[in-house]
Nanobody, 122 residues
Framework: QVQLVESGGGLVQAGGSLRLSCVASGDIFSIDIMGWYRQAPGKKRELVAT???????NFADSVKGRFTISRDNPRNTVYLQMNSLKPEDTAVYYC????????????????WGKGTLVTVSS
């Protein structure tokens, strides 16, 4: 089975930086899109950034210029570098893998991690 595990969350002061990592484990052949979503208390889950296997990226307007996303495809790992953090970035950050092809019998499915908490103090 395919599992995603996030790491790197924590408490940081406004203006600081954090780097989130997410590793997808299992007998994986390929993952089309890897990315990050977040959910703040009382709010809906929202897209933060995604990175397609062909290199295309997509960022939420609120994080453009502050966050970058990268992938290590052989290691099925995605990173989110977060700079100039703001209190409004406080949320649980979830890793997502979309279009997963893996054994046994996984074709084009999506998987989610359990999330890592990022807290930005003012």
């Amino acid at each position: 089975q395919v599992q995603l595990v996030e790491s790197g969350g924590g408490l940081v002061q406004a203006g600081g930086s954090l780097r989130l990592s997410c590793v997808a484990s299992g007998d994986i052949f390929s993952i089309d899109i890897m990315g990050w979503y977040r959910q703040a208390p009382g709010k809906k889950r929202e897209l933060v950034a995604t990175l397609h296997s062909d290199g295309r990226t997509n960022f939420a307007d609120s994080v453009k210029g502050r966050f970058t996303i990268s992938r290590d495809n052989p290691r099925n790992t995605v990173y989110l570098q977060m700079n100039s953090l703001k209190p409004e970035d406080t949320a649980v950050y979830y890793c997502a893998a979309e279009g997963v092809i893996a054994e046994p019998d996984i074709y084009g499915e999506d998987r989610w991690g359990k999330g890592t908490l990022v807290t930005v103090s003012s």
